[in-house]
């Protein structure tokens, strides 16, 4: 039996990368997957395959996570497709780095409302959905970052400490319902969006990690799978650290 057999999941953000990793665990886990991105481009429609190609049930929605009207309706859409929703991961997210004194309000206000507002939107959208069926798992995409901070991350760091203590108090107003949220803190996981760091960087932070080597979305995807799964059952309002130790 797979843990997730006739499970609707969906994930945001996951044309490629996490997102990507964890749909495709999913799928192959026995859940049906509605994931979104901003628009139904070539790699959407990859991934789209892809998981198609494990024998899931499978759709992709173009929508922007940070507009709320606009996740609203995608919700609306994704049970009118689906029948329910017993997972949600939101795992969309973007960085516009930069050193506190040279960030614009422009960076500060996309990383807020691609990281954090979007959360909201669409735990605010499927909660009533989950409601009803008094069940469901929360997964929500936090960063190590997000509990140590980095410097020329403070809108990244800000908006990944806020998932956390939004992740807490959704456990507490929602538990009693049979809903479960959860956080991850990815470490430093090896994506197109890290890749994208000089090779010396990657070597500096590989270097402070116990385990001496950056991690996969792999290694994230499996943890989501325990999240999304009864294996948590008891597991609500806590923060997994999946970060090769990286954050003792």
């Not at 997730?4 to 495709?24: N, Q």
């Not at 999913?26 to 429609?45: C, M, N, P, V």
């Not at 997972?87 to 516009?96: Q, R």
Request: charged share 20%.
């Amino acid at each position: 039996m797979r843990l997730l057999e006739g499970k609707i999941a969906v994930i945001t953000g996951a044309s490629r990368g996490i997102g990507k990793a964890v749909a495709l665990e999913f799928a192959r886990q026995g859940a049906s997957i509605a994931f979104t991105d901003l628009r139904y481009d070539d790699i959407a429609r990859e991934t789209e395959q892809e998981i198609a190609a494990t024998g899931a049930r499978v759709k992709m929605y173009a929508s922007n996570a940070a507009d709320c009207a606009a996740t609203a309706a995608t919700v609306e859409e994704i049970v009118k497709d689906f029948g329910r929703v017993d997972i949600l991961v939101n795992n969309a997210g973007i960085t516009k780095d930069g050193l506190l004194m040279r960030m614009t309000e422009e960076q500060w206000d996309a990383v807020i409302n691609v990281n954090l507002k979007s959360v909201f939107n669409f735990t605010k959208a499927v909660s009533p959905v989950m409601l009803r069926q008094r069940a469901g798992s929360m997964i929500n995409m936090s960063s190590v970052v997000g509990v140590s901070g980095n410097a020329g991350q403070a809108n990244y760091s800000a908006s990944k400490a806020g998932i956390i203590g939004f992740t807490k108090s959704v456990a507490k107003e929602l538990g009693s319902r049979g809903i479960r949220a959860n956080a991850i803190a990815p470490g430093f996981i090896i994506t197109e969006m890290t890749g994208q760091l000089p090779e010396e960087v990657r070597q500096e932070w590989a270097a402070k990690i116990p385990l001496k080597r950056g991690g996969t979305p792999e290694d994230i995807a499996r943890v989501c799978v325990f999240l999304a799964s009864d294996l948590s059952g008891y597991v609500t309002g806590q923060t997994i650290h999946v970060c090769g130790g990286m954050n003792m």
